[in-house]
């Protein structure tokens, strides 16, 4: 795993670039302060996007169902895996920590859907 700081001048583009590349992605979001400890705010939603607004000092985190607002951020630190970018944790101006975790979902058939089972080949005959 590889950790790395982003740089505040970098927030908007990198965020911009991320939002056009997140489909298909899930996330869980976790907040971790001294007065509440660590909760979850979302367990494995799909993730719509994440925009950083520069005028606002305001970063959004947008899940179906759940838009998460992270009001001054002070630092951003992304945390890149072997399939690439694992989770993103923001700290905001009183130091609460705010991770936001990032997976594919699993491929599978679905079992209601009678022909949705992939297709095999048949083997040729000797």
Known sequence: MAIA???????QSYFDHLSKTVSG????????????????EADWLPLQGIVYDRKGD????????????????????????????????IVDE??????????????LPNPLVPDSQPKTAARPSA
């Open 5 to 11: 700081k982003l740089e505040k001048n970098a927030w």
């Open 25 to 40: 992605k899930q996330a869980e979001i976790e907040i971790a302060a001294l007065d509440i400890g660590v909760q979850v």
């Open 58 to 89: 305001l970063l959004e985190v947008l899940l179906e169902g759940l838009d998460h607002l992270i009001h001054k951020p002070r630092e951003i630190y992304i945390t890149y895996d072997m399939l690439g970018l694992a989770s993103i944790e």
């Open 94 to 107: 009183d130091g609460t920590r705010q991770i936001v975790r990032l997976r594919s979902p699993l491929l």
